[in-house]
């Protein structure tokens, strides 16, 4: 079993930033990929960035490239937008995958999500 616990969310000004953070216990050493997703109210679950555990596989969304960056435990968001307002959640793995899989389905522990919210 792997525990995830989500902080650093809140409010910022568009323009702004924050950097979330994943703590993790449990059976870590086992876990294969970090992945961050984000839910909006009446949205589905969609993939942000992940990071591979083993190697240096990272993999970010289209809409956040270039303005979000994946770290191991960490995700540092620059550049934020109102459409980047949704509770956001970590997640990880604890089976072999060959890259960061970038649907829900691919990860078997969530973290309980930390509120991110932009104001215009």
């Known amino acids: 079993q792997v525990q995830l616990v989500e902080s650093g969310g809140g409010l910022v000004q568009v323009g702004g930033s924050l950097t979330l953070s994943c703590d993790t216990s449990?059976?870590?050493?086992?876990?294969?990929?970090m992945g961050w997703f984000r839910q909006a109210p009446g949205k589905e679950r969609e993939f942000v960035a992940g990071?591979?555990c083993i190697g240096s596989g990272i993999s970010y969304a289209a809409s956040v490239r270039g303005r979000f960056t994946i770290f191991r435990k960490s995700i540092q968001m620059d550049s934020l937008t109102p459409e980047d307002t949704a509770v956001y959640y970590c997640?990880?793995?604890?089976?072999?995958?060959?890259?960061?899989?970038?649907?829900?389905?691919?990860?078997?522990?969530w973290g309980q999500g930390t509120q991110v919210t932009v104001s215009s």
């Open positions: 997640a990880t793995r604890d089976t072999y995958y060959p890259r960061v899989p970038p649907e829900p389905s691919g990860y078997n522990y």
């Open positions: 449990g059976r870590t050493g086992s876990t294969y990929a």
């Open positions: 990071i591979t």
